[in-house]
């Protein structure tokens, strides 16, 4: 790495010639009127700039490059140096004094319009005034309007305007034949102004010309993890890079690829838009995308990378054990950035389309556990090893006693809330544990035999922050439960959606009041089950008794019949009848304790029977 200081003027020759240009990474230049009035005001003092970074091209790091906006490089250029930091000081500082066009930026409420700047020349010599109030922004037209838009302030359409006002365009600042035909214009319009341009030529032009841009120079050898790393700490003042923008960069910039294609870059953002696109139309649970903006919720493209790399990583260990039986220096599944990183192309495609066709199956999975849409996903990170695990073990992720294994290690990681915190080294023990498990008869995975679930812990959950909340939540649809109100089938994805089915209280809040009873657990998803919205409305604020009997009303059904339907949300009506929340809470208590044991195959850790207390 060397730090050094090139002229402004060398730079911005070096940007206009396409001899630095940008990794097509970097964001897109946005920098507003104001910002750049005040850097041109920093560059025509000689105050420090900031110091910018380039990366030699030609190493191991290679990626498609782009020229800077508002130059005229062609296609074919190849650039020395790419641009890491200072993009947006030096495209505007190219546009403003290198090009003959208006500079394309926004003014207030980000509305976009062009500009051309010019300086003063009097205020820029008078050293009581304010460099900031040199610079003058002038419209495309070169017309500055009064106050309302009414009269001419300055007219700067000619020559002999600019000179006549004393206003020099800055973009003529590093042409010496223009600069001379401008100054000859400007000296002949008035006989006292040899001075002052003498005193702006040394202190504003000679000033722009001998300015020197700090340069860090990144030498090609430098590895891609690192130009990630520095790229990310250096810009601080945007959104931080990630691997899939980097990933993206290096994919387009792969000549094998496009040669192999007709001349065709590979676009990995495309190639994920249209996976995505159809993973959402099938199933929603992965989110949404918006393929006009490209902006996405749920499932992510560094979800998809991941799981693609654990698959690559798996393989290449147990094609190495397989080589090399015995040894103990097999390399590791892994997933970490550097893994994706040095994901190569040609694994890439080779190995996507099947993990495409994993989180298919995924989706498929989730819906035989009721959980439909992302907003009742416990943890979109566990899909992660689902889909990896999915693409290793192939078709017999359809046999029966696959998908039991499957769904217990599931309800495991999701009832012991293991995926809540950093998931990398989960990811790779679920991935091989459970392929072990299932494919080989190895042990029990670790999200199995150390999840746990306490008694105590339904009393605290009581939102949908909460994992174990969202499971059990689908747990209540997985076992049949069927709405008070819609006598149908039991709820299903269809019924979820269209009779805005969610979380309802079983004893409303106003009972709690209305009856002075302690309302500690009244939150709790002891206290909630699966309702449609009409269902809540016809519950309103009345008593579990009252509610009952508006039921029965509503739906012609005696009363036996309703206490059946109550019953399967795992709740004793008897209780509900009596408006006795502490045997309702008590009974459900164990009721939900049972369902939890069931899904992980293992038991709950209980407490005493008495610790609630109804008030």
Known sequence: MALDGPSLGKMLDDVAAGRIQLPDFQRQWKWDDDRISALLATVT???????AMTLETGGEAQFKARPLHGTEVGPLVVPEQLLLDGQQRLTSLFQALKSDRPVETTGARNKPFKRWYYIDIAKAVDDRADRDEAILSVPEDRIVRGTFGRGTAWDLTTREKEC?????????????????????????????????????????????????????????????????????????????????????????GDTQFAERNGGED????????????????????????????????????????????????????????????????APAVSCKRRDLLHLPLSDYTQIAPKTAEALSWAGRFLASQYVFRERDLPYGSQVVPLAAIGVILGDAVQEPGVQERLARWYWCGVLGELYGGVTDTRFVRDVEQVVGWIRDGGQEPDTITESTFQEQRLHRLTSRNSAAYKGIHALFLKEGAIDWLFH??????????????DIRQVFAKAWFEHNGVDGSWMTSIVNKTPLSYRAQQTMGTSAPS??????????????????????????????????????????????????????????????????????
């Open 164 to 252: 006549a006002g004393g206003l020099f365009p800055l973009n003529l600042i590093f042409e010496p034949e223009q600069t001379g035909k401008w100054q000859r214009s400007y000296v002949s319009a008035a006989d006292d102004r040899w001075d002052l341009w003498s005193a702006f030529q040394a202190r504003v032009i000679d000033t722009v010309k001998g300015f020197k841009v700090p340069l860090i120079r990144l030498p090609k050898e430098t590895r891609k993890e690192a130009v990630c790393s520095v790229f990310e700490r250096v810009n601080t003042g945007g959104v931080v890079l990630n691997v899939f923008e980097l990933l993206t960069a290096t994919y387009a």
């Open 546 to 615: 009252a509610y009952l009997q508006s039921f029965e009303r509503h739906t012609g059904s005696p009363g036996d019949w309703l206490d059946d339907i109550v019953g399967t949300h795992l709740i004793d009506p008897k209780t509900l009848r009596a408006d006795d929340f502490e045997a309702f809470y008590q009974d459900r208590t164990a009721r939900l304790l049972e369902l939890v044991e069931r899904q992980m195959g293992k038991p709950a850790v209980r407490e005493g029977a008495g610790d609630v207390d109804a008030g």
């Open 266 to 329: 590979f676009s990995l953002i495309e190639d994920w838009r249209s996976i995505k696109g159809k993973l959402c139309s099938d199933y929603p649970v992965f989110g949404t995308l918006d393929k006009d903006s490209g902006q996405e919720t749920g499932l992510t493209s560094l979800d998809f990378l991941q799981a693609i790399a654990l698959v690559r990583t798996y393989r290449r260990k147990h094609e190495f054990l397989a080589a090399h039986p015995g040894a103990t220096n």
């Open 45 to 51: 003092l000689d105050y420090p700039l900031g110091v």
């Open 488 to 501: 149908g089938e039991p709820i299903n994805e269809q019924s979820l959606i269209g009779q805005y089915v």
